[in-house]
């Protein structure tokens, strides 16, 4: 099955983005973390930034949007040409509508759930998203240590997703490192966003993502 590597410029350079978004010119998509300092304690940037990146970025972008109020902000992320916007499941009123605007504007259409975030309310729902992202670290920052215990979410995505016929990616994200990545594969990740372990590794970003694309790979159904 093929897996998709998004690395998350969280981890890299803000004052050299450009050089940083083109040394990952192997991933899928480029991770671009959108964060408030209100749904997470946490500042990263906003519209204006995200759109110069898109200007630039050769890859497209995966936007995640760690904000409240995503009804109101998440359309604008899609209108500046993002490939796929995810919001949070508990950061919106009413996650269905804001799906189909986003996939009206062009955009694929993800919801994100903290790791404190049961999934089965949202398993009928797989047919209004593009993409399910389950977060295996509390929002907020990079570096973190990967969470184990969310893995059943992804097995009732699987198991939900192959019942409807549906091909939703379903991403982690947060500590995802050669050593963990097999793990979220093993459980039915198909789509996979590495912050430190693609820029601040040992190796260049190019080596790190395929280290990364080969340990998800074999562990992958
Ligand atoms: C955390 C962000 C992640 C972060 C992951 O809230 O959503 O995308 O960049 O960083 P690592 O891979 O270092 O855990
Ligand atoms: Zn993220």
Known sequence: MPVRINPSILAADFVNLERDLNSIQTADLVHVDVMDNHFVPNLTFGPQMVGRIQDVSPVPLDVHLMISDADRWAPGYAEL???SVTFHAEAAENP??????????????????????????????????????????????????????????????????????????????????????????????????????????????????????????????
């Open 81 to 83: 040409g993002a490939y």
């Open 96 to 221: 269905v509508a804001l799906a189909r605007r986003l996939r009206e504007i062009g955009a694929r259409a993800g919801i994100a759930v903290k790791p404190g975030t049961a999934i089965e309310p949202y398993l009928e729902l797989l047919p209004e998203f593009d993409q399910v992202l389950v977060m295996t670290v509390e929002p907020g920052f990079g570096g973190q240590s990967f969470m184990p215990e969310v893995m059943p979410k992804l097995g009732l995505l699987r198991d939900a997703a192959a019942r409807q016929g549906l091909d939703v990616w379903l991403q982690v994200d947060g500590g995802i490192s050669a050593d963990t990545i097999g793990i979220a594969a093993e459980a039915g990740a198909n789509t996979f966003v590495a912050g430190s372990s693609v820029y601040n590794s040992n190796g260049d970003p190019t080596e790190n993502i395929a280290a990364l694309r080969a340990a998800a790979e074999q562990h992958s159904h």
